[in-house]
Nanobody
Framework: QVQLVESGGGSVQAGGSLRLSCAAF???????????MGWFRQAPGKEREGVAA????????YYADSVKGRFTISQDNAKNTLYLQMNSLKPEDTGMYYC????????????????WGQGTQVTVSS
């Protein structure tokens, strides 16, 4: 079992930046079994969408087209922590951001992730 705890959300004006963090807690075996960690977001009335993901073993990263060049996903293995640096934020980036971890998901498939955090709210005003 893996527990994920997000932090770092908040309210910013368009063009601003935020950094989200996701700390993973669990046994070493459980955490080391995770192949993929990702960030998803959900705006009111919309489906949850994949924002970015990282394959923890090789460090490969993937991004939604809407955030490429603005967001950067990274990991600190020593701290079991995932980050999402968000720059040049736009009002359409507003939503609840969730951290997710999976054993072998396709990175954009929310239904294939095994563990989820509680979410952190990001609000971008124009």
């Amino acid at each position: 079992q893996v527990q994920l705890v997000e932090s770092g959300g908040g309210s910013v004006q368009a063009g601003g930046s935020l950094r989200l963090s996701c700390a993973a807690f669990g046994s070493m075996y459980s955490i080391n079994s995770i192949s993929t960690m990702g960030w998803f977001r959900q705006a009111p009335g919309k489906e949850r969408e994949g924002v970015a993901a990282i394959y923890t073993g090789v460090g490969s990263t993937y991004y939604a087209d809407s955030v490429k060049g603005r967001f950067t996903i990274s990991q600190d293995n020593a701290k079991n922590t995932l980050y999402l640096q968000m720059n040049s934020l736009k009002p359409e980036d507003t939503g609840m951001y969730y951290c997710a971890a999976g054993y072998s998901p396709r990175w954009v498939r929310a239904d294939e992730y095994n563990f989820w955090g509680q979410g952190t709210q990001v609000t971008v005003s124009s």
